[in-house]
């Protein structure tokens, strides 16, 4: 069983940056990554991707502002996330996908407020 673990999530102030991590507990060589949000009320939304060519893919709303990363030897994925407002904030979620199966990560809490 595949396990992702996101960390790096918190408060930050409009403007700010954070860097999400998620951590597999094996190699990701291989496989597709990716970043997805939920905010309250709302659908869970595709934040950016990258698959197991490096080829990567964002939502409009984050282009400019977000990057998406992997280490397939440290077994993470990134998301380097700058100037964030307010409509930032979710729970984001950490997507891995390799043939048939996919998994998730539990979350990790984004708040940007001042």
């Known amino acids: 069983q595949v396990q992702l673990v996101e960390s790096g999530g918190g408060l930050v102030q409009p403007g700010g940056s954070l860097r999400l991590s998620c951590t597999a507990s094996?190699?990701?060589?291989?496989?597709?990554m990716g970043w997805y949000r939920q905010a309250p009320g709302k659908q869970r939304e595709t934040v950016a991707s990258?698959?197991?060519?490096?080829?990567?893919n964002y939502a409009e709303s984050v282009k400019g502002r977000f990057t998406i990363s992997r280490d397939n030897a440290k077994g993470t994925v990134y998301l380097q996330m700058n100037s964030l407002n307010p409509d930032d904030t979710a729970v984001y979620y950490c997507?891995?996908?390799?043939?048939?199966?996919?998994?998730w990560g539990q979350g990790t809490q984004v708040t940007v407020s001042s």
């Open positions: 997507n891995a996908g390799y043939m048939d199966e996919v998994w």
């Open positions: 990258i698959t197991r060519h490096d080829s990567t």
């Open positions: 094996g190699t990701i060589f291989g496989w597709d």
